[in-house]
């Protein structure tokens, strides 16, 4: 499968704001900051059809110029122009003539539905285009039951329908015929794709069970965003970060997490891509020169149209010499272009080694099973695509643009490609360096990838100098092109952790965690599926050497409830990112000498190369910022209370590490407006209960006019449940009589984080008693919802 896109341009009015970027909270040890971790969620994935969106040609679903007339139902968005709508129709007639009136009333309705499969925004999967070791259908993929109902009623249309003399000859035997047509994905049979809640409800909840898992709480630090696709830092101390969106703007935040007004760079009239789902094309990557601070450079990858022709494209940028906020948009300069044969599989990570080389991942060039040569893109060394690329950009004002490193692994390789670091990917989607152990420094250097399979498997690789990462003999453990597979000469790497397609389809690769803010993180490689919205963690085992999996959780019941960290988000992940940090480690070294602030320091001496951008004191222009917005730059609350006075000696407490008597705890959290809990007669229930809602200082219970699944499903996923089983009425799991009722005549779409942003009666205010409390039963398993 293809790495789904981080999706189009802004979304039409009426549909939800863009979701935050989150990050990974948890205990903090007071001494230390290193490096927290984020995620980026799917902000806009727009439309209906959300999982992965693919036409027949491997280009994104599109809204046609105009109405279809024949295939109305995909006029808003899908893979068919009036042109192609026109052909369909004809079709239809030229099947039609040959039916009789009853058949005619049997079977148009059916006919018409499979021939505008090939409009559906999911037509590559439909027709199982993404398997090259299949020929593509001539029939979309149906789900079982619907064979069987058209078999039976219109088998006889299929002649006229297809050619293909295979399924011809099964005509007569339902079992064989239907097996024929099923789909290996069954996600994507038709027509209950059209009705799987996992490719068209509107960017669902995630949450996972927590037997097993790490449980964590998220803290929304950035919002309003339009396909957000990478979060990086400049490492220059103002402790900025900057949003990537993959139309071609990125967004500078202050470190208060307030966003500048304008663009920190603006290239999308430059940037190919599209307002549709599905476009893997567009704004892909960015990272900052390691030594910024003093060159002020900064390297993007972007798709481009040169002439008809697509490439992808590593350009340099320079931060502009009167504002530290903005790059020089005139200063562009193109390091590296590469033509892509197709529109999807486009790679995008960009990354600085420790080496001080820049790292270029880029994908194998689209389409499935990468059947460009004898043996793909990705095993071919003279291509560039399908490849991790290492290359030198310093001192590049002058000479070439950029050079290579004298100990690449293929330079002495005459039909290599010089600029080949390891070879045998299939479109790596974000990859990172881990910084090792804070104190150790074990692990430093290694660099993982998320390279997402073709049909079957996702794969983590440690990608190491000169190495083979088997696509496309190979999809994850597992072999794809058989006869590469077997080839003693291919001598490839097996990942490290490899999973199927029921746990995900797009794996979004991550960070090896190596802060102090999550200590149950520490060591581990947390990493994200796309498509299913699973947050995922491996540990290396030192003694086997092997990769264990452990699941992560979102934090359930009052886990999260403190003010500002949440439970839930939006299933797509796309991207992983780490701010700027420094770790302090306490030593018992002695306190340094403080240097006077008052005395201006002295001037540097002169270096062989001096910096063609200075950006003097960056940190001012920072706190300029802040004062002009009315912002105070505080990490701590300033104290409320005069301090104790000192003891004789100069102490000022009791006995270190003694607890003081008497000293006040703190009451507990109250809890926030909108909190639910749920009560199985006085007991707290686990997946079901009468639901009470938190108001204004009070629990109270909820009436059960108006109560629907859509209702409950705002409170299981407030208890951190994925799905709603069931919204019970009429007090099935006890009355709360001890409780006033607070909300009746609740009304809601389902997309609400809590009941109070639903429609209802005025708080307080209702025409029913206890025997009309409501319930919910919730589950972490998809199961039909059941209204009573």
Known sequence: ?????????????????????????????????????????????????????QCLDFKPPFKPPRPLAFCAQYSDFGCCDAQRDSALLERFYGVTEHLDHAAYAACASHLQDLLCQECSPYAAHLYDAEDPSTPVKTVPGLCPDYCVQVWQNCRSMFKLLSQDRELLALENNMAKFCRYLALEDADYCFPHLLSNKRLTQNLGFVTADTEGCLQLCLVEVANGLRNPVAMVHANDGTHRFFVAEQVGLVWAYLPD??????????????????????????????VFHPKFKFNGKVFVYYSVEVGYEERIRISEFRISPDDMNSVDHRSERIILEIDEPASNHNGGELLFGDDGYLYIFTGDGGMAGDPFGTFGNAQNKSALLGKVLRINIDNNDRGPLYRIPPDNPFVHEPKARPEVYAYGARNMWRCSFDRGDPYTKEGKGRLFCGDVGQNKFEEIDLVEKGKNYGWRAREGFSCYDKKLCINSSLDDVLPIYAYPHKMGKSVTGGYVYRGCESPNLNGLYIFGDFMSGRLMSLKENRVTGEWEYNEICMGIGQTCMFPGLINNYYQYIISFAEDEAELIIKTPTQRPKLRSTTRAPARAKATAEPPRVTTPDWVEQIL??????NRVLMTTAPPKTKAPKPRKGGRTGGRRGQRRK??????????????????????????RGRVEIFINGKWGTVCDDLWTSKAASVVCRQLGYAFVIKATKKAEFGEGRSLPILLDDVQCSGREKTLLECTHADIGKHNCSHKEDAGVICSHEDVTETEQ
């Open 662 to 687: 008497n000293k006040p705890t703190s009451a507990p959290a109250q809890p926030r407006n909108g909190a639910v809990r749920i009560m199985n007669g006085n007991v707290e229930g686990r997946d």
């Open 624 to 629: 300029t910022l802040l004062r002009s917005q």
């Open 257 to 286: 997490r307030s966003r500048l007004e304008k663009p920190f760079l603006n290239i999308s009239e430059a940037v190919l891509t599209s307002p549709w789902e599905g476009d893997e094309r567009g704004f892909l990557g960015i």
């Open 1 to 53: 499968m293809a790495k789904p896109s981080p999706l189009g341009a802004s979304p039409p009015q009426t549909l939800l704001r863009a979701r935050p970027t989150l990050r990974l909270s948890g205990s903090r040890d007071p001494g230390c900051r290193a490096w927290p971790l984020f995620a980026l969620a799917a902000a806009l994935l727009l439309r209906q059809a959300s999982g992965h969106p």
